[in-house]
């Protein structure tokens, strides 16, 4: 049945997260972010939510790109070289209704390219679109927590 991306960056806690606009929940380590995101949906047996794999984001550039989106330079479309925002707070940076994708908060991925290293991906509001576009993949401990790092869920309907 494919997967639907997140709206939001994710918000609210990790023992209730959300995806509604609003404070973006950052200051967590990947483990914790990862809980988050199958929190998201409980008790449904029909959805499931998980955080986002690296395909589901490179798939979703994909599809951005043949919709016009610059995937390798996002500077026009997402939220860098400002401060960080609430997540949905600016209709411009959405693409397709899916806000923050680029730019914002970098956002964790189930991606890992060794047991030691996760990846996260967009870009992060202190940086320009063309140096941290959405295509971006960047290495990061999964310990680390910190204010510029966040994920999103993604949502299965069985």
């Known amino acids: 049945h494919g997967f639907y991306i997140g709206r939001y960056e994710l918000t609210g806690t990790v023992d209730s997260p959300t995806e509604k606009a609003g404070t973006v929940l950052t200051n967590k ?41 610059d995937i390798n330079d996002s500077s026009d479309w997402g939220n860098y070289n400002s401060n960080r925002k609430e997540t949905g707070s600016d209709p411009s940076y959405k693409a397709n209704e899916i806000f923050d994708l680029a730019g914002n908060l970098f956002e964790w991925t ?38 510029i790092n966040t994920s999103r869920a993604v949502l299965y309907i069985s």
Request: charged share 25%.
């Open 29 to 69: 380590n990947w483990y914790n972010l990862y809980k988050a995101c199958k929190n998201v949906i409980k008790d449904n047996s029909d959805v499931k939510s998980t955080m986002i794999y690296g395909c589901q984001w490179d798939e979703t550039c994909s599809w951005l790109e043949k919709n016009g989106y």
């Open 110 to 147: 189930q991606e890992a390219c060794s047991s030691n290293y996760r990846i996260a991906r967009g870009g992060v509001f202190m940086d320009s679109g063309s140096s941290f576009p959405v295509s971006d993949r960047r290495l990061s401990l999964p310990y680390n927590s910190d204010f």
